[in-house]
């Protein structure tokens, strides 16, 4: 199995930028599609983000595409979310999951119950 730890969260104001990074252990990391989800106050767990495992390709919610981007460095076992131009309406618990099925479509890769392990989350805070 693979163990996932979430750091970079934080406050910071609309218009701002945080960048997330997940560091994976345990199991080869490139072995799996990895994807980012979260979960605001109040609501259910969305997708976010997600990457292949050799970050070939990449998909996007509609409400992030443009000022979100995923991506992931294999060499140091890590996955990365950049987010630029934050709205208080991503405030939310940020969760890096991963996917050990290995297949990437746009379906699957949306899907939470798709992915076997997940981090802790992190909250990210966009003030108004």
């Known amino acids: 199995q693979v163990q996932l730890v979430e750091s970079g969260g934080g406050l910071v104001q609309a218009g701002g930028s945080l960048r997330l990074s997940c560091a994976a252990s345990?199991?080869?990391?490139?072995?799996?599609?990895m994807g980012w989800f979260r979960q605001g106050p109040g609501k259910e767990r969305e997708f976010v983000a997600a990457?292949?495992?050799?970050?070939?390709?990449?998909h996007y919610a509609d409400s992030v595409k443009g000022r979100f981007t995923i991506s992931r460095d294999n060499a140091k076992n890590t996955l990365y979310l950049q987010m630029n131009s934050l709205k208080p309406e991503d405030t939310a618990d940020y969760y890096c999951?991963?996917?050990?099925?290995?297949?990437?479509?746009?379906?699957?890769?949306?899907?939470?119950?798709?992915?076997?392990?997940w981090g802790q989350g992190n909250q990210v805070t966009v003030s108004s």
């Open positions: 345990g199991r080869t990391f490139s072995n799996y599609v």
């Open positions: 999951a991963a996917d050990s099925g290995g297949i990437f479509t746009v379906m699957r890769c949306q899907r939470p119950e798709k992915y076997n392990y």
């Open positions: 990457i292949t495992r050799g970050g070939g390709s990449t």
